[in-house]
């Protein structure tokens, strides 16, 4: 059993829907590049930067806004892939990387919180890239759009402006078909919500503990899952 496969550990480093799953389903048709370097945007506690450390020899670097990256150092450290894992503690809007550093960008359950601007794509994510390198994204979306009238009960979990991140997959693909550096080739809802959302809502986190209401409230109707692919030009 590797470590990503230990429900324990999962349960203690997951920060809302299993990322390792769902990551294995965007990563399903997608080779990913074998050297260079990878950004996981977004990390949380990184656990899909352990799974991208295990699956290429690519330099990941993990960066995140909310998590330290000494804890998040540590944790690779015990896992001995402190060397293939660099740790980054920032905002990603504040452009803490050189333009063209990565061959890729993979980014799990973490795009929608600052990407859902039209500038964000072209202004601070697709310059990252180097020419034809992919853009990979996975978010909670909407299964059709609610805004003008969000169920009650849910408003009691979520926010008006928690709502705000969520959207159609029609409203994603305007605002990623407006882009005049990357091109959209895929984007489309994913297989894995039951599976990913089970994971997260048996766990004791008490954010964990929070979404289960939601979810039991009519959350399960209306969110689903979205998958991007996008490519820099
Ligand atoms: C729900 S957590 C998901 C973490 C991890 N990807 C996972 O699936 O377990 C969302 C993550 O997005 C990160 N995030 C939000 N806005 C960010 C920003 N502007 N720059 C970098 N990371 C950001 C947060 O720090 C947070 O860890």
Redesign the pocket.
Known sequence: MTILQDKDYLAEN???PN?VVIMEELLSDISLPIDGNILD?????G??SIALAQRTKAQIYA?????DADENRKRFKKLHLDGKITCVN????DKPFIPKFFETIIS???YH??GNKENILDEYIAPLVKKDGLILMAFPGLKKDIHDNIPETLLDYWSKEDFECFHEIEWWKNLFLKSENTTLLNIQQMNCFDMAWNDWLASDNPFAVEDKKAMQCGGRDIMNLISVILKKK
């Open positions: 997951m920060m809302g990322s945007l977004g990390c949380g506690r656990l899909t960066l995140d806004l909310w998590i920032a905002d990603i809007l799990i359950d973490s919180y600052f």
